[in-house]
């Protein structure tokens, strides 16, 4: 996995350097809704065969679909810009981005939201390859690359996948040597040091002490050149460590007695990363040794480290905190840190920052506060989002952000599933507003200098009527010298309409 500490300009590039372009907005005209700017569009690329639609990605549009009617205090508004939308070239960290949209692409746009580059296939999430990881060659992704014969969808559908160049060009492919003839990688996955690959997949079978009924359980497999498995761990052999409650037990055996069986597993583990090099290991915490893993469970509201020799988790945060059910609404609203963590529910990409990143360290983490838990923890009524920064020895949050932190009700940025955050060289944080596709950059007071909205939705039919969605499971900032030298790009400033400012219209005579 490429480090967020090398997001920095290339050789001779600096992040200040621009070509022209021609604009690529193809869901929105060049100008619209008060943004505004000179371009021209480019044909659209070609469209990406129809063999390469996956249940995976169907089964998530699905999803999405049904959670619409939960989530309407928040839905979308009728008519809105896509593509960038705000961009401060002077306070932003300038990247390329890259992301796997639902229209079944993994698109590489950059910061005026021009795309530079697409590969027809999608990825849970598209992962970008450090060229010092592949002889240092620029522009390789890990995608998935067919799927299979389960019907069940989700983390069931996924039959091969693979390493790609920027051509397109399929340089490894492993699936059909998996257990069961296929790889099911779903939610995350890596390029290691030794050329290994690290995937989180599923194994579909029951758990003891659970049911006796199938279930989807998660392993991660450590898969080398030649698709040998050279390690696994799986999750079902260590459920007495994940901290779950005698109550939270019987609360999970009595869902999985009385539902069909889950497509998106029974913990739902969506995040799979290398702690690597960081100052509590230097300091003699075995813990947090950097080759050891971190993983966090949805659906369990836990986040864990597993010890790679032991296979043991030896180190975790939650399922269960501290504080009164009864004042739920207050953690979106406190804004007094350092204080305890309080109550994670839904999170996704839980990650140690880098060193060499402000915060290195520190756990970041999308607390996506969605509906979790065994049993399940207590959500506000003004549902809402957050972004937690937090020291891993104390289990203090240490910096926070909220949709007040913008200058807007808390309610206002809120994803319930999907979603991550990364910290930036210059102490901003990407944000990935998943299940809007609403990427943005902030400082750390809160401030939006950067925004983008997904142009590359999926159109699904239900009841006969298409149905729009922009959801983006991840987004990862890309350093400019990660693609090929001389891929163009532009960094022109953005400026967004003055909400405060706008007419108030006048009242008929």
Known sequence: MLPDAHL????????????????????????????????????????????????????????ALLLAAATAAHAEVSVFPTGTTIYDPARAYGSFLCFSALDGNTHVVDMDGHE???????????????????????????????????????????????????????????????????????????????????????????????????????????????????????????LDEFGFSPEGIRYLQERIERNPIEIWGYLEINNLKVLGPNRWFDGGDQRFNPDNLLIDSRKGNVIAIIERTSGKIVWRLGPYFSGSEFVQDHRLYNRNVPRPVDQLSGQHDAHLIPKGLPGAGDLLVFDDQGGAGFPPAALGIYAGSRILEINPQTNDIVWQYTGEDSGRPVWSFYSSFVSNARRLPNGNTLIDEGMYGRFFQVTPGGDIVWEYVNPYPGINIVNGKSVVNRLVYRVQPVPYDWLPAGTPHTQDAVVPVDQNGAPVPAKLP
């Open 116 to 238: 530079v580059h697409r590969w027809p296939f999608p990825g849970v999430p598209g992962e970008i390859i450090d060229p010092a990881l592949v002889g240092g060659k620029r522009g390789h992704v890990l995608l998935q690359l067919s799927s299979g014969p389960d019907q069940r969808g989700g983390i069931f559908s996924n039959r091969t996948v693979g390493e790609l160049d920027w051509d397109g060009a399929t340089l490894w492919e492993w699936g059909s040597q998996a257990p069961g003839g296929a790889a099911r990688q779903n939610h995350d996955w890596a390029r290691l040091a030794n050329g290994h690959t690290l995937l989180l997949v599923t194994i579909p079978h029951a758990v003891k002490g659970l049911s006796g009924k199938e279930v989807g359980d998660q392993a991660i497999y450590e898969v080398d050149q030649n698709g040998s498995i050279a390690w696994q761990w799986v999750a079902g052999d260590h």
């Open 8 to 63: 920095a300009p290339g050789p001779g590039q600096s992040p200040d350097e621009t070509t022209p372009l021609s604009c690529v907005h193809h869901h929105r005209p060049c100008q619209s809704a008060g943004v505004a700017r000179s371009c021209t569009k480019s044909p659209p690329l070609p469209a990406k065969p129809s063999a390469v639609s996956l249940p995976f990605s169907a089964a998530l549009a699905a999803l």
